[in-house]
């Protein structure tokens, strides 16, 4: 998944328990007053939807800076893309700035899924991309 969001300000991290961590930005992750997620981050929800999709016993820890209806618009998007609530946990704020979803496998580390399959996230990070062709 890492190499569909390069050029972009997420960060995904492959931890020993097989689990992947995902840490989007705040600034891409929703307005200041807003429990809608952004464009950015509903696109990062879809790719996480589809791995999940690809491993039914896997579920996702969902963690955001800021008032808990965040979390729950976040639950809300990913049932829209198919993810069973009963596979989304709300996990404690974390302390930095960024929205976390964490998807802990089932049997099979998410490492070894194949996503080279899967199609990059289109216009998700336009200014993103630009800045990063543009710097030599």
Excluded: C, N, W
Aim: hydrophobic residues 45%.
């Amino acid at each position: 998944m890492q190499a569909l969001f390069d050029g972009t300000p997420v960060s995904i991290v492959a931890e020993a328990d097989g689990a992947m961590r995902v840490d989007v930005p705040m600034v891409h992750a929703f307005d200041e007053k807003s429990a809608a997620p952004r464009p950015p981050l509903r696109a990062v929800m879809d790719k996480v939807a589809t791995t999940m999709g690809r491993q039914s016993s896997s579920k996702v820890h969902i963690a955001t800076p800021g008032p808990t209806a965040r979390s729950a618009a976040m639950r809300s998007y990913l049932a829209t893309r198919g993810v069973i609530a009963l596979r989304v946990v709300v996990a404690p704020p974390p302390s930095g700035e960024s929205v976390t979803l964490r998807v802990v496998p089932g049997p099979t580390a998410i490492e070894r899924l194949d996503d080279r399959a899967l199609p990059p996230p289109t216009g998700a990070f336009p200014a993103s991309r630009a800045a990063s062709r543009a710097t030599p």
